[in-house]
């Protein structure tokens, strides 16, 4: 019945590219794909910010305080990359949670393929959020990427407090506003090893290190961050 239903949607409405809107089926296609700027062979060994040669620190981490282990990102926040989280978040294109994930494999393959994660996390919602979007994108991410990976999805952190936009706020602000948010609902037990942690985006780098202090704090050794896309502070 399900499958009858999606073969007549599929006909009056067939899936298209939400960039150019060329006819595909998993709603980006080839050609916009190949227009995401990938990051490189060059990374900041920490915050995976593309860089011209391999640093171990760069600009926009050396004086941070930030407690994941590594960050590392499918392409920079430009372009198509950025439009294409703008359709999966703001107009709730779900559809294309398998293409995206199929991203952050890509990466995980590239960056950590040495690291045997116990666990994947990802940044949650506040509830508020959460019932309001109808979905939290990254929760979808891990979900997918746990399946493909044969990895549990834990869902330990949650988000207690509504926060600013991180956008309207100054660099210092922007690091206060997620101090306290972030609290543990799981089991210590299974909280343990390296966990990867999935978000969208990687901008400052705050939030993910919030909820990597929290998880630290609960029994984890070591956080890996993995993101679709990576914004750039400092060009
Ligand atoms: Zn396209
Ligand atoms: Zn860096």
């Given at each position: 019945?399900?499958?009858?239903?999606?073969?007549?949607?599929?006909?009056?409405?067939?899936?298209?590219?939400?960039?150019?809107?060329?006819?595909?089926?998993?709603?980006?296609?080839?050609?916009?794909?190949?227009?995401?700027?990938?990051?490189?062979?060059?990374v900041?060994q920490?915050?995976g910010?593309?860089?011209?040669?391999?640093?171990?620190?760069?600009?926009?981490?050396?004086?941070?305080?930030?407690?994941?282990t590594k960050?590392r990102?499918?392409?920079?926040?430009?372009?198509?990359?950025?439009?294409?989280?703008?359709?999966?978040?703001?107009?709730?294109?779900?559809?294309?949670?398998?293409?995206?994930?199929?991203?952050?494999y890509i990466t995980l393959q590239k960056y950590y393929r040495d690291i045997s994660f116990d666990?994947?996390?990802?940044?949650?919602?506040?509830?508020?959020?959460?019932?309001?979007?109808?979905?939290?994108?990254?929760?979808?991410?891990?979900?997918?990427?746990?399946?493909?990976t044969?990895l549990?999805?834990?869902?330990?952190?949650?988000?207690?407090?509504?926060?600013?936009?991180?956008?309207?706020?100054?660099?210092?602000?922007?690091?206060?506003?997620?101090?306290?948010?972030?609290?543990?609902?799981?089991?210590?037990?299974?909280?343990?090893g390296d966990i990867l942690?999935?978000?969208?985006?990687?901008?400052?780098?705050?939030?993910?290190?919030?909820?990597?202090?929290?998880?630290?704090?609960?029994?984890?050794n070591d956080i890996y961050?993995l993101?679709?896309?990576?914004?750039?502070?400092?060009?």
């Amino acid at each position: 019945m399900i499958r009858i239903l999606k073969s007549l949607i599929d006909i009056f409405f067939p899936p298209k590219c939400v960039i150019c809107s060329k006819l595909n089926e998993n709603f980006l296609c080839d050609d916009c794909i190949r227009n995401i700027s990938v990051t490189g062979n060059y990374v900041c060994q920490f915050c995976g910010k593309p860089t011209i040669r391999s640093v171990n620190k760069c600009l926009e981490c050396k004086d941070e305080k930030l407690y994941f282990t590594k960050a590392r990102s499918f392409g920079i926040y430009e372009g198509v990359l950025k439009d294409v989280i703008a359709e999966y978040k703001y107009k709730n294109v779900r559809a294309l949670t398998k293409l995206l994930t199929q991203l952050l494999y890509i990466t995980l393959q590239k960056y950590y393929r040495d690291i045997s994660f116990d666990s994947i996390e990802y940044i949650p919602m506040t509830k508020r959020s959460k019932s309001f979007r109808g979905f939290n994108q990254s929760e979808l991410l891990a979900k997918e990427l746990g399946k493909i990976t044969e990895l549990s999805v834990n869902g330990f952190l949650i988000k207690t407090k509504n926060t600013k936009k991180q956008m309207s706020l100054s660099l210092s602000e922007r690091r206060k506003n997620l101090i306290g948010v972030f609290d543990f609902v799981g089991s210590k037990e299974n909280c343990r090893g390296d966990i990867l942690l999935i978000d969208d985006v990687y901008t400052t780098g705050y939030t993910v290190s919030e909820c990597s202090k929290v998880l630290l704090n609960n029994g984890a050794n070591d956080i890996y961050v993995l993101t679709l896309a990576r914004s750039l502070l400092i060009q």
